[in-house]
Nanobody, 115 residues
């Protein structure tokens, strides 16, 4: 089993920044992908950013140039640096990990952007 714990969410003014962290623990021998999804009220869950084992990244068009995903392999931790936040970024953000034996989700952390 793999456990994912997010931190760093909260309330921020439009134009501000937040950094989310997701620490993975448990039976981890390798990680194929780690990333972030988000879900706003009344909307489908969508991929925000993903980083693969080789370091390649993928971003939703809506966050390109504003968000950056990174990792610390020694800590099995992935980060999401969010800059120039907009009201439309308000959502519950979920950490995701794909390992050879399964796929896992974190509990979610609320990000609220106000103006």
């Amino acid at each position: 089993q793999v456990q994912l714990v997010e931190s760093g969410g909260g309330l921020v003014q439009a134009g501000g920044s937040l950094r989310l962290s997701c620490a993975a623990s448990g039976s981890i021998f390798s990680i194929n992908y780690m990333g972030w999804y988000r879900q706003a009220p009344g909307k489908q869950r969508e991929l925000v950013a993903r980083i693969a084992g080789g370091g390649s990244t993928n971003y939703a068009d809506s966050v390109k140039g504003r968000f950056t995903i990174s990792r610390d392999n020694a800590k099995n931790t992935v980060y999401l640096q969010m800059n120039s936040l907009e009201r439309e970024d308000t959502a519950v953000y979920y950490c995701y990990a794909a390992v050879p034996t399964g796929r896992y989700w974190g509990q979610g952390t609320q990000v609220t952007v106000s103006s």
